[in-house]
């Protein structure tokens, strides 16, 4: 089975919150709406009780916003459906488009060293949020104070995913300590 985290070979999707019908149609709910190859995607692996079980895409309809409706083989009823709610889909990093130098999986900046343009180490991403507008990287010093950056051109100046490290520019008032 392949393993999840930074560099591994499967990629959180989305999740299933609930069936659709009786014949054990689920909608999936991305986690990056712009997710536009999900319906390229031949198999998923989904995240049950006993591990990642991986799972023949029947069918993929788009619905609005993030939703897309699901059809997985061997979930033909809707009780077997109703026992996959809530649970994380996967994919395949192979089956993922490539990354270019813009746009990276969230996945793979977990644990990047995020570094001021001047040199000044500000800690490791150690999660990242959604807020509508822009992503934000969760990033924690030595101390564990945790500091919030836009993911916008405007600080986030490079991603080096292979020397494991963010370039960021900070803007005035990001930084508690600064007095403006």
């Known amino acids: 089975m392949p393993e999840r985290g930074r560099g591994s070979g499967l990629i959180p999707l989305g999740r299933l919150t609930k069936t659709v019908g009786l014949r054990g149609e689920l909608r999936l709910k991305l986690y990056n709406p712009q997710s536009e190859h999900i319906d390229s995607l031949r198999a998923v692996y989904v995240v049950e009780q006993g591990g990642e079980v991986k799972r023949e895409l029947q069918r993929v309809l788009p619905l609005k916003g993030a939703m897309v409706r699901v059809q997985l083989a061997q979930i033909d009823s809707l009780q077997r459906a109703q026992e996959l709610i809530g649970c ?3 994919m395949h990093r192979d089956d993922a488009p490539a990354d270019d130098e813009d746009r990276h ?16 180490t500000l800690g490791k991403v150690t999660d990242l949020l959604e807020t509508g507008a822009n992503d934000v990287l969760v990033v924690r010093d030595a101390q564990g104070r945790e500091l919030l950056l836009p993911n916008i051109p405007q600080v986030v100046l490079e991603v080096l995913p292979e020397q494991g490290l963010i370039r960021v520019r900070l803007l005035p008032g990001l930084l508690e300590d600064d007095e403006a």
């Open 88 to 90: 994380e889909v996967l």
């Open 105 to 120: 999986y969230w996945q793979d900046l977990v644990g990047l060293q995020v570094v001021e343009h001047d040199g000044r």
